[in-house]
């Protein structure tokens, strides 16, 4: 059964502390890795990966794929209190469904 | 401007009662996708449709039905069957496989049910 799975669960942070979230997926038919952000509505799209070994970076975020092991990492340095949201990690099943497989989500609490 | 709506954000419902969120899209995208989220949590697949008058049951689509008459409408059906139907949920299209690859969802901005 394909899955993508998230850790940690949720997290507590510092305002200026780096942070490190995890996703491992198991999707047969893998074609794509994609991070959300998600603050109450609708997730708003971070980044698509799709090769290993190449850091995709958006100011202070970054991410990077590693098709080997079948993870991703999203980092964000110097947190801020604006980054606490829930971070969606999904990988696009490009089988016969063809659709979103979603991990479980980090919720992340930046304190000040 | 292009995109999708779902109505309404904010919708109660008493124990027994069906009801219906509605999800419309000007954008011409063929597939179509409705999720439950629960709080704290990641999303959940329950239908989805990749063409007219075709849909396919997700994960979780016991207690749902859904209907794709029209290619802008993917109407979500709750049932009294749904046991635990307090969830916020969305719905998503993309234009093609490829696209969604790339780009991923197009998202509405959700419907929040409360049971009461």
């Known amino acids: 059964e394909d899955k993508v799975v998230q850790s940690p669960l949720s997290l507590v942070v510092h305002e200026g502390d780096t942070v490190t979230l995890n996703c491992s997926y198991e999707?047969?038919?893998?074609?794509?890795l994609l991070w959300y952000k998600q603050e109450k509505k609708a997730p708003t799209f971070l980044f698509m990966l799709t090769s290993s070994g190449i850091e995709k970076k958006s100011g202070r975020l970054s991410s990077i794929l590693d098709k080997k092991e079948l993870f991703s990492i999203l980092n964000i340095t110097a947190t801020q209190t604006g980054d606490s949201a829930v971070y969606l990690c999904a990988v696009w099943d490009g089988g016969a469904t063809n659709k979103l497989i979603f991990g479980t989500g980090t919720l992340l609490a930046v304190q000040p | 401007d292009g995109g999708i709506t779902q109505s309404p954000k904010y919708l109660f419902r008493k124990e027994g009662q069906n009801v219906t969120l509605s999800c419309e899209q000007n954008?011409?995208?063929?597939?179509m996708y409705w999720y439950r989220q629960d709080p704290g949590q990641g999303l959940r697949l329950i239908y989805y449709?990749?063409?007219?008058?075709?849909?396919q049951k997700g994960d979780i689509a016991e207690g749902y039905s859904v209907s794709r008459e029209k290619k802008e409408s993917f109407p979500l059906t709750v049932t009294s069957a749904q046991k635990n139907p307090t969830a916020f949920y969305l719905c998503?299209?993309?234009?093609?496989?490829?696209?969604?690859?790339?780009?991923?969802?197009?998202f509405g901005s959700g419907t929040r049910l409360t049971v009461v």
């Open positions: 449709s990749q063409i007219v008058n075709d849909f």
């Open positions: 999707v047969t038919n893998f074609r794509s």
């Open positions: 954008l011409n995208h063929d597939a």
């Open positions: 998503a299209s993309s234009s093609s496989p490829g696209q969604g690859a790339r780009n991923g969802y197009t």
